[in-house]
């Protein structure tokens, strides 16, 4: 069983919200951030992760092609920049549905219950009960 947060709106609206870590958020990070419109993550985050990407292709691409004469240098860039990608996802994965939270507050969603459920289509049909 997971914890959800159950919220409403003024229409009588419920939304569900996951409690703990974010595997969509891990995985897909400022694009997930852009699809769930929280907009300021996603456009600052964006290029960040886009430059990390790019800068850790052009390091592999060039060992691929100096694969005899590449130094100590560009693996110690490399792994820099892996485990800083890394915990850019990882910081996803942690406040990505906290983000969601503040979000429904923003737009006038109200916490109504915090509840255990298999997933959220039950934890609203618990609710409406």
Partial sequence: MKSFNIYEDNNGNYRAIKNGWS????????????????WII??????????????????????????????QDEDIIGSIIAILAL??????????????????LRNGYILIKTLSAKNKK?????MKK
């Fill in 23 to 38: 595997w969509p958020a891990f995985f897909f990070g400022s694009v997930w951030a852009l699809c769930m419109q929280i």
């Fill in 42 to 71: 996603g456009v600052f985050l964006f290029p960040i992760e886009l430059f990390l990407n790019m800068f850790f292709s052009a390091i592999e691409q060039t060992q691929r092609h100096m694969s005899v004469s590449h130094t």
């Fill in 87 to 104: 915990c850019i996802r990882v910081m996803f994965g942690v406040f990505g549905n906290a983000c969601k939270r503040k979000k429904l």
């Fill in 122 to 126: 039950m934890a609203i049909l618990t």
